[in-house]
């Protein structure tokens, strides 16, 4: 198994669609945290969907979602890049017991954030429902946020997560009943064949009748954006002062990045010259110790 990309259309249907399947970049992520099981699952599912969306955007730059709730899981992030680059964490206090998103999230709420590398960021933000999966909020975000008639199916194990999107493309020609015909055939996927049989095979077994067209595979792959200098942009923003006071007390700064688990060191020395210097960039999905 590998982790690919595949991304389609109809040719004669205002229809477009993708399907991913992750391996390597969803261990990638899980071996760097203790991460209950019930959390793992849903952190896979967010990455297939993740992915999924970000091979639907026709720009340079990072797609972000994120969970926030107020039961035991306090935050998921995963984030996507155009070159199908990825990342992920989450938060959660105590024990995460087996159950329902709504049973880990408790009440909360959405976010989508897409940050071009040129141009200002784009945030949307819809209310998590009790009872929704993740597939469900996404559904529902993108008919409320963004108008457009999408629908998305995923699955997530220990050995990899899966994902199909079928969106209706605004202004397609083609046969208009055709939404309906491809949303019924798509609903004719089961878990078992999304994370184990060769996407293209999916695609043959969902829409042999259809006429598609297949485009390119990408290759999704684990990287994380961290770096000494974003990381330095952010503890500028955190304030001389507060800086100083843990140089006092510590006779260093250690920083982690929650994405990958990377360890930044910062000296006197090294804090002298960040607050000597000019501005960096920040970074989220740090922690300060």
Known sequence: ??????????????????????????????DRHAYPPVLQ????????????????????GTLIMQLHGSGPVKLIVVECTSDMTMRATARWDGEVPEGTLSDLLGEGKFVMTLD?????????I?????????????????RSSEQLETRIWLASQNSGAAGLLVQKMPAGKGDADAWDRIQKLSETITREELLGLAPRDVLYRLFNQELVRVFDPQTPRFACTCSRE????????VGHEEVEGVIE??????????????????DAVDVAQLFAGG??????????H
């Open 1 to 30: 198994m590998q982790d690919i990309l595949e991304r389609f259309v109809f040719d004669d249907a205002p229809v477009r669609g993708e399907l991913v399947q992750l391996h390597d970049t969803l261990h990638e992520v899980l």
């Open 41 to 60: 699952k849903i952190i896979g599912e967010l990455m297939a969907a993740a992915s999924l969306l970000s091979a639907t955007l026709k720009f340079e």
């Open 116 to 124: 071009p590398d040129e141009g200002e960021p784009y945030q949307g």
């Open 126 to 142: 819809v209310a998590y429902q009790p009872g929704q999966s993740v597939a469900e909020i996404i559904e529902h975000y993108m």
């Open 230 to 237: 974003r990381v330095g942009g952010m503890l500028k923003m």
């Open 249 to 266: 007390e510590r006779g260093k700064v250690e920083v982690t990045c929650e994405f990958c688990g990377k360890e930044y060191g910062f």
């Open 279 to 288: 501005s960096t960039t920040i970074a989220p999905g740090n922690q300060v």
